[in-house]
């Protein structure tokens, strides 16, 4: 059976995986979260860098046969794909924000990029826009009060109502704009309560099914082969397993490099 291993800094990537699980349920998934480092918006290239190396090592290390790796995680692809490449022959699919699509799809040609403050500051994200967006004009807002957010709606199935308001206020995102990019997998956990935020006036685009027909097309030749057998439950890691109080069934990692 295929194995695709999915990384992000907390659980931002289950909003890919659930891409991943639904187009392709006859695959074993590993999820590795770095939550010891939560958020990784706020880390340097430097850091980020590194952690993904240490991921590879432990992959090698742990002698996993896994076929692809998502690195489901705007800020650690923006930051650290070519790097992370260069480390291993596993095919790696990295999770950008989605400007293309965005800016193929507006009508007004305004369109907005809502990510960590690293996605929205760092040279990959500006390559992205200045590639595919030239014709739009793309206002770049960004957020660590969402990620946490997002991690305190899934772990505790609570959404806190008002510090979302005062947060969506604070970002004061431009009414004219008609598509807004979630360049942040932790985003479309959250995409029921901003989309009522914005109304339906704002269309909300995530990279989720790009990802997964993506690596659907990687693995095609091993999906062929993998007959009918549904997969057994996610294999869950994370760095700091003791800040997650659910974490039943979540095994502890150490990534050094
Ligand atoms: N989910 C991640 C992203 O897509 C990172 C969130 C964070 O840890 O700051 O950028």
Request: with cysteine; charged share 15%; proline share 3%.
């Amino acid at each position: 059976m295929p194995h695709v291993l999915v990384f992000d800094s907390g659980i931002g990537g289950t909003s890919v995986l659930s891409h991943l699980k639904c187009a392709m349920p006859m695959v074993q998934y590993t999820y590795v979260m770095d939550n010891e480092l939560l958020p990784y918006g706020l880390q340097s290239q430097e850091t980020i860098k590194s952690r993904l190396t240490a991921l590879l090592n432990w992959i090698e290390r742990s002698a996993k046969q896994v076929d692809v790796i998502v690195i489901a995680c705007n800020t650690a692809s923006t930051y650290a794909l070519e790097t992370a490449r260069q480390h291993t022959n596993i095919p790696i699919v990295g999770v950008v924000p989605a400007i293309k699509p965005a800016a193929e799809t507006t009508l007004k040609k305004h369109i907005g990029l809502l990510a960590t403050p690293a996605t929205s500051k760092n040279t990959y994200t500006a390559n992205l826009i200045s590639t595919f967006a030239s014709e739009c004009q793309v206002d770049i807002y960004h957020s660590t009060t969402l990620v946490n957010i997002a991690e305190h709606y899934y772990w505790h199935n609570e959404m806190q109502a008002e510090l979302l308001q005062t947060e969506l206020q604070r970002l004061n995102i431009c009414n004219e704009l008609d598509r807004l990019v979630l360049g942040c997998t932790h985003f479309p956990i959250i995409k029921n309560h901003l989309q009522n935020y914005f109304s339906h006036k704002v269309e909300l685009v995530d990279s989720g099914a790009a990802i997964a027909r993506r690596v659907q097309h990687l693995l095609k030749n091993k999906l062929d082969q993998s007959g009918n057998v549904e997969a057994r439950l996610v294999h869950w890691y994370a760095t700091a397993s003791d800040k997650i109080e659910q974490a039943a069934g979540v095994k502890s990692l150490k990534l050094v490099s």
